[in-house]
């Protein structure tokens, strides 16, 4: 089973969907979570941390369950710009050092 | 600005070479990281380095080598025995918090190795 599991997608919603991934990690002493997102051959970018309490910015919106080991976010009036693919990370601290694992990126396509 | 600059963009290594990839930044972070991207997959870490003149192998270190010299600098060589070189490259960096697990990390802007 892979650390970090996403659906690959690719998602193709018209513009001003609503969307919504998912992700699942499998350490459950993973303690910090985050989305990034990656354009096509660009470096990751940090979209948002991901709070126990749920955050969110703007239209985008991210959720944790600890006790399913589930991580969500869902982007609200898609744009676009928002065409990329939205990589899952999970941060295990050890102690000294700080590990991230990516999952595999879900594909976002936005069309007019 | 301050940023992670990694150079070259693009580079194309030869059968039985060294090859050595550069990463900067000014961001004043203590900790740095070296990952590998391959189509389909997620990153992988390569090594990462918490303090100067200290690094740790993360999960794919074989055929890698790494110093931190100085707190701006991370480079990474390529060796001759890593035999599946062709990949995207990445830097990172981030700061040393507490929990460290709470410090994202952000990236420069890769490089793209080739075998010839």
């Known amino acids: 089973r892979k650390e970090v599991e996403q659906d690959p997608g690719p998602f193709n919603v018209p513009e001003g969907a609503t969307v919504a991934f998912n992700c699942t990690y499998s350490n459950s002493a993973s303690q910090s979570f985050f989305w990034y997102r990656q354009d096509c051959r660009k470096e990751p970018k940090l979209l948002m941390s991901?709070?126990?309490s749920g955050n969110e910015d703007g239209r985008f919106t991210a959720q944790l369950n600890r006790a399913s080991q589930y991580i969500s976010l869902l982007i609200r009036d898609s744009k676009l710009s928002d065409s990329a693919t939205y990589l899952c990370?999970?941060?295990?601290?050890?102690?000294?050092?700080?590990?991230?694992?990516f999952g595999t990126g879900t594909r976002l396509q936005v069309t007019l | 600005d301050g940023g992670i600059t990694q150079s070259p963009k693009y580079l194309f290594r030869k059968e039985g070479q060294n090859v050595t990839l550069s990463c900067e930044q000014n961001l004043n972070h203590d900790a740095m990281y070296w990952y590998r991207q391959d189509p389909g997959q997620g990153l992988r870490l390569i090594y990462y380095?918490?303090?100067?003149?200290?690094?740790q192998k993360g999960d794919i270190a074989e055929g890698y080598s790494v110093s931190r010299e100085k707190k701006e600098s991370f480079p990474l060589t390529v060796t001759s025995a890593q035999k599946n070189p062709t990949a995207f490259y990445l830097c990172a960096s981030s700061h040393r918090g507490r929990p460290a697990s709470n410090q994202p990390q952000h990236f420069g802007d890769g490089t793209r190795l080739s075998i010839l």
């Open positions: 990370v999970v941060n295990a601290d050890t102690g000294t050092a700080s590990k991230l694992t």
């Open positions: 991901v709070y126990s």
């Open positions: 380095s918490q303090i100067v003149n200290d690094f």
